[in-house]
């Protein structure tokens, strides 16, 4: 978030995800679409608090995601204790349902549900693979 506040915003479509190891072109993208003005923290543990971050538009969850039940994921509601709640990856939550926060991964198009990912809600506490621990959304500019 530090870096978005001092550059200007890139849309996916103009700057799209490689899934390859690069550098970072961000000097050659002349597009305006906004600055992050701050960043606000999401309360730890709670559900009702990560859908109202969600409302207002995306949000950066963190989850573990080096467990196979996260790394295979196909579809579904992904509800599983064997998912783990030590955090080492970012991910961007985008909406939710009834059920489950739906999440997208930034391992391409390939990996889960064309992208995504459904994380089952908890009332409270660290939440399925640890997403309602630590997470942040901006205010843009």
């Known amino acids: 978030m530090r870096y978005s506040a001092s550059n200007h915003l890139a849309l996916e479509s ?3 995800y490689t899934a390859r ?30 859908m109202a971050a969600i409302a207002k538009g995306p949000v950066s969850v963190t989850v573990e995601a080096d467990r196979s039940v996260f790394q295979r994921y ?7 204790a064997q998912c783990g709640t030590q955090l080492d990856h970012a991910i961007t939550a985008v909406g939710y349902n009834a ?3 739906i ?11 064309r992208g995504y990912i459904q994380i089952a809600m ?3 506490g660290k ?12 205010t843009t500019n």
């Open 74 to 80: 196909t579809g579904g509601v992904l509800n599983s």
């Open 103 to 113: 999440v997208r991964n930034s391992w391409g198009s390939s990996w889960g549900d």
């Open 14 to 16: 103009d700057y799209k």
């Open 99 to 101: 059920d489950a926060y």
């Open 21 to 50: 190891d690069g550098s970072c072109r961000a000097s050659s993208y002349s597009g305006k679409v906004g600055m992050v003005g701050s960043e606000n923290n999401v309360k730890a543990g709670s559900s009702s608090s990560l």
């Open 122 to 124: 908890q009332s409270s």
């Open 127 to 138: 939440g399925i693979c640890g997403i309602q621990q630590v997470s942040v959304y901006p």
